[in-house]
């Protein structure tokens, strides 16, 4: 009577290498969309655009266009990660994964209220897309995350961007790191993603500043953090208007 080839195994080894593989992968996808979507954001590229298509169809589009190709982007990094290899890390459960729930919660809060800050439909580029549809100018949008815009540029810093100059970049970290269920997949991207996070706010900086002059440089000055959150009383008053900005001396941040 013959007997049947005891099935082997594999080494775990070979798994590791499989979801640490599977890793680097996701690290390459997600440095690729932070690429594309620098380059993009980058007034350079805005300005070659606007050449090419006019002023008006860049100021109409542009933003709907930018924060399409950013959805889509980021689909392509989720098909990546869901299909690399991986395995899990950790998996915090009961009480403390209600809290780490929470954390997520608290910083998925903070966003919607930076986004308000913001305004959802100039964030979304909507006001410029529709203006573009009739016969009339125009709007901008705006050029990166900054206190509340008026009729002649930034207002105040209030809400979350009286606790950082750059809240919707901050917001990800708590809501990406406090997954109670952490996998080798999630690790990286999420390594990955707060790298980005904090390099583009560098050059999100420089675009403002750009952008709008002195008065963003008040607002670096005004005592609210480059990007770890901490408050500050008097970031809540009226940025200086052009003339005052204009007063503001000493180094840039």
Request: hydrophobic content about 45%; charged content about 20%.
């Amino acid at each position: 009577m013959s007997r049947r080839p005891a099935e082997r195994t594999p080494p775990r080894s070979h798994g590791s290498r499989s979801a640490w593989g599977g890793a680097a992968g996701i690290v390459a996808a997600t440095a690729a969309f932070a690429a594309v979507h620098s380059l993009l954001a980058s007034r350079r590229v805005k300005r070659a655009v606007g050449e090419r298509i006019g002023e008006r169809n860049r100021a109409g589009l542009y933003r709907v266009l930018y924060n399409g190709t950013a959805v889509a982007g980021a689909g392509l990094v989720a098909v990546v990660a869901v299909r690399a290899p991986g395995r899990t890390l950790y998996h915090v459960r009961g009480p403390a994964a209600g809290a780490l729930r929470v954390g997520q919660l608290a910083g998925t809060l903070f966003a919607l209220a930076a986004v308000r800050q913001v305004g959802v439909t100039r964030f979304l580029g909507l006001p410029s897309a529709l203006a573009w549809l009739g016969d009339g100018p125009v709007p901008e949008t705006p050029e990166g995350q900054g206190p509340a815009l008026d009729a002649v540029g930034l207002s105040r810093a209030a809400g979350p961007f009286a606790w950082s100059r750059h809240p919707l970049n901050l917001a990800p970290l708590p809501i990406l790191w406090l997954n109670p269920r952490m996998t080798t997949n999630l690790a990286a991207f999420n390594a990955a993603a707060t790298l980005y996070l904090v390099v583009g706010s560098k050059h999100e900086e420089a675009r403002l500043r750009e952008a709008y002059g002195e008065r963003y440089v008040a607002y670096q000055r005004s005592g609210v953090p480059f990007y770890l959150p901490a408050p500050r009383a008097g970031a809540t008053r009226p940025l200086p208007g052009p003339d005052d900005a204009a007063a503001v001396e000493g180094e840039i941040e």
